[in-house]
T-cell receptor, first 109, second 114 residues
Framework: DAKTTQPPSMDCAEGRAANLPCNHS???????VYWYRQIHSQGPQYIIH???NNETNEMASLIITEDRKSSTLILPHATLRDTAVYYC??????????FGKGTRLHILP | DAGITQSPRHKVTETGTPVTLRCHQT?????MYWYRQDPGHGLRLIHY???????DKGEVSDGYSVSRSKTEDFLLTLESATSSQTSVYFC?????????????FGPGTRLTVL
């Protein structure tokens, strides 16, 4: 079973920041938080990962709470091309990825 | 895309026939994975490989076998295809090794078993 809980769907206006929450209350100390997204009919795409500290790359920012029981993926300026299913995953090393059902993000024009 | 290709991209076959899907990578990554994706189930791991001739089962391995005779190719075989194996199949590779590394996915193979 997936170790994470995400809302099934969210809407965001184009140009606004999209904030996608994820709960992972049973995360263990050596597990990383990863985010992937899947645009319709394509393979999942890696976005970002983190352990304790907040992370930022060219695609997104990842905010992890101090107790590590939840995190938020932030897409700073959402565009229509960001419409996708977003998966939050916790794993360590080369462990298999267990995908949950993710959050279906709709970007509204 | 980490140099991952899958073949064929689409296949229609009949129940009871053998089917082999191929995943090819060009960058000598050690870990390779096969997933299937079905509506309502998300992605589920079928088999994975951690080196040449080293493979292990995932969560939905029944009815599937794999082989990895060289680093760049990971083959998924359905010995006798059934309609329940109609799905989209994704191959993935892990970059590097250690406590963290991201997986990159191929474009997928859409398989229909009639």
């Amino acid at each position: 079973d997936a170790k994470t809980t995400q809302p099934p769907s969210m809407d965001c206006a184009e140009g606004r920041a999209a904030n996608l929450p994820c709960n992972h209350s049973t995360i263990s100390g050596n597990e990383y938080v990863y985010w992937y997204r899947q645009i319709h009919s394509q393979g999942p795409q890696y976005i970002i990962h983190g352990l304790k500290n907040n992370e930022t790359n060219e695609m997104a920012s990842l905010i992890i709470t101090e107790d590590r029981k939840s995190s938020t993926l932030i897409l700073p300026h959402a565009t229509l091309r960001d419409t996708a299913v977003y998966y939050c995953i916790v794993r360590v090393g080369d462990d298999k990825i267990i995908f949950g059902k993710g959050t279906r993000l709709h970007i509204l024009p | 895309d980490a140099g991952i290709t899958q073949s064929p991209r689409h296949k229609v076959t009949e129940t009871g026939t053998p089917v082999t899907l191929r995943c090819h990578q060009t960058e000598n990554h050690r870990y390779m994975y096969w997933y299937r994706q079905d509506p309502g189930h998300g992605l589920r791991l079928i088999h994975y490989s951690y080196g040449v001739k080293d493979t292990d089962k995932g969560e939905v391995s029944d009815g599937y076998s794999v082989s990895r005779s060289k680093t760049e190719d990971f083959l998924l075989t359905l010995e006798s295809a059934t309609s329940s194996q109609t799905s989209v199949y994704f191959c993935a590779i892990s970059l590097g090794s250690g406590p963290y590394n991201e997986q990159f996915f191929g474009p997928g193979t859409r398989l229909t078993v009639l």
